[in-house]
């Protein structure tokens, strides 16, 4: 997944605190053997390689915990991790995104750099976890790639941002590469933006800016 991720220009701007990120850092470290093993020499030694094996399992049952939570909150459904990426997509604010708002397709170089990462989106959403799954121990992704929701009431999950992003997902999910997801992406762009601000119908001020990290927050249920 590293090999991956490490080629995204324009959604850098996710972040290396971001699920995705620590992922791909934790798939990066696994296939090489361990943290400070790049050579690969750990996972002939026994002992040693089965406490990283330990922690790197740990690592991975975190960020599980994190999506189910993203999940719960945006009522994502079916396969989290494609619904992850379509979270990502839709949400991230970059220069790219910002001006593609309302507008859609814009001619121009930077259009390149968005497609190459949308290559590196297309090869995400066909990512086989099975290597790392029975490397250590663990089916969560299968889980989170079949997954069924408890149904719940509109008051606990944002509706607003779900059903746009389920949908995005479901349209990408169909797309045979990154040519195809181009006018998909670009599309919902022009009719719903990107961001809080773009995907939600309805706000707040914040009486702990400080807090809360924004004057200006979305209201994200109801009730």
């Known amino acids: 997944m590293d090999s991956y991720v490490s080629k ?11 699920i995705l990120f620590r992922l791909a850092d934790i798939c990066r470290r696994y296939q090489a053997g361990g943290i400070d093993d790049p050579a690969g020499s750990l996972k002939s030694q026994g002992r040693e390689w089965e406490r990283e ?4 399992r740990t690592e991975v049952l975190v960020q599980v915990n994190r999506l189910l939570d993203l999940a719960t909150r945006y009522g994502f459904n079916d396969n989290l991790w494609h619904n992850y990426l379509a979270f990502l997509l839709a949400t991230t604010e970059t220069p790219f995104t910002l001006v593609s708002e309302r507008v859609g397709e814009n001619k121009g170089s930077v259009n390149q750099f968005f497609k190459n990462d949308l290559e590196v989106f297309h090869a995400l959403f ?3 976890f099975t290597e790392i799954e029975e490397g250590l121990g663990l089916t ?15 008051q606990i999950y944002n509706k607003n941002v779900s059903e746009k992003v389920l949908q995005l997902s479901g349209q990408l999910e169909e797309a045979r590469d990154a040519e195809e997801m181009f006018p998909i992406v670009t599309a919902f762009y022009k009719r719903y933006g990107v961001g809080e601000f773009g995907l939600n119908k309805a706000f707040r001020i ?18």
């Open 53 to 56: 094996r330990q922690a790197l």
């Open 8 to 18: 995204l220009i324009i959604f850098r701007a996710v972040g290396e605190d971001s």
């Open 126 to 128: 066909h990512y086989d």
């Open 140 to 154: 969560c992704f299968r889980v989170l790639t079949h997954f069924q929701a408890i149904p719940k009431k509109e």
């Open 206 to 223: 914040s009486d702990r800016p400080e807090e809360d990290g924004a004057l200006i927050l979305p209201i994200r249920s109801t009730g």
